[in-house]
């Protein structure tokens, strides 16, 4: 690692490690499953009941936020808080060793706003889905921005260590909790639940013709959205399918019907390991009030 970027680099990972984990492992486990072996996740619990005509999200990210378990971890707003929290605190810690300029340096959040924003870093789903109108100005190319990395050495990237240090100290993650590789857990064994769903399969079989009508033929959604996309902007090609993806996504009901099917695998997980998870919210509840104290008593940040 190149030291001189080494402080933004550890304040971003760790920023990203605390923002909603859910868009991190959809990417990574809707295809591939969870092994883990998880209480309500045995043979024979039989498949959630869904409605007759489920309602697809806007967007995958819209279909992950809505989902039962996005309700255990931290929001997307407590995740700003937390940001903040740590900055006010490395803040603090740099100037009380001499670098009062610090506060200029600071590598502002990245958190998206808008609706489209949103949906371009947080692609959901084996497939990718986002939202039409992000399909048509980017296509696939989707990615997490990274702020621009702060440059600082010697004894201020020394410094800058030891607070980064102190700071995780006063406010820990909660990442490698209980809680935490719980909902991970149960977050990767609902989404192989569902990839196995028979009526995720026909879905996935309406979704392949729809595209070949279109001229877009495919036999997979994660395979399309994973290339061959490689260029520096999408081409009109990519754009093309990306759009077209959109659309079939909706009408043959994959969307609607994976999101439903997901959701109901999800809640019975949920029941199933409602002590833990229960306490786990508690436990970042009690972070947020102590992040809260921390931003009242450091109005740096």
């Given at each position: 690692?190149?030291?001189?970027?080494?402080?933004a680099?550890?304040?971003v990972?760790?920023?990203l490690?605390?923002?909603a984990?859910?868009a991190?492992i959809?990417?990574?486990?809707l295809?591939?499953?969870?092994?883990?072996?998880?209480?309500?996740s045995?043979?024979?619990?039989?498949?959630?009941?869904?409605?007759?005509t489920?309602?697809?999200?806007a967007?995958g990210?819209?279909?992950?936020m809505?989902?039962?378990?996005?309700?255990?971890?931290?929001?997307?707003?407590?995740?700003?808080?937390?940001y903040?929290t740590?900055?006010?605190?490395?803040?603090r810690?740099?100037?009380?060793?001499?670098h009062?300029?610090y506060?200029?340096?600071?590598?502002?959040?990245?958190?998206?706003?808008?609706?489209?924003?949103k949906?371009?870093?947080h692609?959901?789903g084996?497939?990718g889905y986002i939202g039409r109108?992000?399909?048509?100005?980017i296509?696939?190319?989707?990615a997490?921005?990274?702020p621009?990395?702060?440059?600082?050495?010697?004894?201020?990237?020394?410094?800058?260590?030891?607070?980064?240090?102190?700071a995780?100290?006063?406010?820990?993650?909660?990442?490698?909790t209980?809680?935490?590789k719980?909902a991970?857990?149960?977050?990767?064994?609902?989404?192989r639940?569902a990839?196995?769903d028979?009526?995720?399969?026909?879905?996935?079989?309406?979704w392949?013709?729809?595209m070949?009508?279109?001229?877009?033929?495919?036999?997979?959604?994660?395979?399309?959205?994973?290339?061959?996309?490689?260029?520096g902007?999408?081409t009109?090609?990519?754009?093309?399918?990306?759009?077209?993806?959109?659309s079939?996504?909706?009408?043959?009901?994959?969307a609607?019907?994976y999101?439903?099917?997901l959701a109901?695998y999800?809640?019975?997980?949920?029941?199933?390991?409602?002590?833990?998870?229960?306490?786990y919210?508690?436990?970042?509840?009690e972070?947020?009030?102590?992040?809260?104290?921390?931003?009242?008593?450091?109005p740096?940040?």
């Amino acid at each position: 690692m190149n030291r001189s970027t080494q402080p933004a680099d550890k304040e971003v990972s760790s920023f990203l490690d605390r923002r909603a984990y859910v868009a991190v492992i959809a990417a990574g486990l809707l295809a591939t499953g969870c092994s883990t072996a998880l209480t309500g996740s045995a043979a024979g619990v039989a498949p959630p009941t869904v409605g007759a005509t489920p309602t697809a999200p806007a967007s995958g990210y819209d279909g992950l936020m809505r989902l039962p378990l996005s309700a255990y971890g931290t929001s997307e707003q407590d995740d700003a808080v937390l940001y903040r929290t740590n900055e006010a605190l490395i803040t603090r810690c740099m100037r009380s060793r001499g670098h009062a300029a610090y506060a200029s340096q600071n590598t502002p959040s990245t958190a998206p706003r808008t609706r489209q924003e949103k949906e371009a870093i947080h692609p959901a789903g084996a497939w990718g889905y986002i939202g039409r109108t992000t399909a048509k100005r980017i296509g696939f190319h989707v990615a997490v921005p990274l702020p621009a990395a702060r440059v600082l050495t010697g004894r201020a990237l020394k410094d800058y260590n030891t607070c980064y240090g102190e700071a995780e100290k006063q406010l820990p993650s909660l990442s490698g909790t209980q809680g935490w590789k719980l909902a991970q857990d149960l977050f990767g064994e609902s989404f192989r639940q569902a990839a196995v769903d028979s009526r995720v399969g026909a879905a996935r079989e309406r979704w392949s013709a729809c595209m070949s009508a279109v001229g877009h033929p495919a036999d997979a959604p994660e395979e399309l959205a994973a290339g061959p996309w490689h260029t520096g902007k999408p081409t009109a090609q990519e754009i093309a399918a990306a759009t077209a993806d959109a659309s079939c996504t909706r009408s043959s009901g994959l969307a609607a019907v994976y999101f439903a099917v997901l959701a109901g695998y999800q809640q019975q997980l949920i029941s199933a390991n409602a002590r833990v998870l229960t306490g786990y919210q508690k436990q970042v509840q009690e972070q947020m009030d102590q992040a809260a104290h921390i931003l009242t008593a450091s109005p740096t940040a």
